[in-house]
């Protein structure tokens, strides 16, 4: 990437500045998101970004975007914006753009990277992340691995994907691909964590800290659950 890309006289159209300063997977050149970027501790409390102005005590949630992508997308094209508003919480776990098989491997792509893209310039500008975990096909999942840190703590979401056995088997190879590539430390689990799945890697020594989702934890306050 040359210098000119990060000229401030240069309309930053491709959102360049948003990793600057980075190095590169060799052929995608997926931005490599560096170790100290990413937070030690294990979230308090976990809200989604779509949900994050009705909590008072900010310091205590990570924000999440296991949300609809549109409601997100704000952040992409206003970076600074919402970098100084994520600011005011105690961290965040990255952004999660839509990554589905059935999407032409371009897109596929162009979300990875988006993903990987803010979560550099969050960590590069102070923020405390935890990276969202999101990959397409088999066959184009593993240079995206090396952009994530090995030995860290890492974010997965189940909820809306784990509602049928197919599914669940699904889900158990891709937790399977991320403990073989990124040999975590951590996972934070973001909805349920079924036997069926989870049981084994449990078993290895794997430690998982699961989170209900907000909608869940919303209703049973308000019903006193």
């Keep these: ?7 401030k006289k240069v309309v930053d159209n491709f959102k360049a500045s948003l990793v600057e300063d980075a190095t590169f ?20 409390k976990i809200i989604p970004f779509d949900k994050s102005k009705e909590v008072k005590n900010r310091k205590d949630y990570y924000v999440c975007f296991y949300c609809a992508d549109e409601t997100f997308n704000k952040t992409y094209t206003y970076p600074k914006k919402y970098l100084k508003y994520l600011s005011t919480f105690a961290g965040v776990i990255t952004q999660d753009w839509s990554i589905h098989e059935d999407l032409p491997i371009i897109k596929q792509k162009e979300n990875m990277n988006k993903n990987l893209e803010v979560a550099y310039y969050y960590g590069n500008n102070g923020l405390k992340i ?17 952009a994530i840190p090995k030995h860290s703590t890492i974010a997965i979401s189940t909820y809306g ?15 399977e691909d991320v403990i073989h590539y990124l040999e975590p430390r951590d996972i934070i689990v ?21 989170y209900d989702p907000y909608v869940t934890t919303k209703f049973r306050e308000n019903h006193d659950i």
């Design 161 to 175: 994907f784990i509602k049928s056995v197919k599914e669940q088997e699904n889900f158990d190879a891709f937790i």
């Design 130 to 146: 935890i990276p969202n975990i999101r990959v397409g096909t088999d066959k184009i999942k593993e240079e995206y691995y090396k």
């Design 190 to 210: 973001y909805g349920a964590m079924p036997k069926r799945v989870f049981n084994k890697y449990i078993k290895y020594g794997v430690r998982f800290h699961q």
């Design 1 to 7: 990437m040359t210098k000119d890309y990060f000229n």
């Design 25 to 44: 997977t060799p052929n995608e050149e997926y931005p490599i998101l560096k170790s100290e970027f990413i937070s030690d501790e294990i979230p308090k």
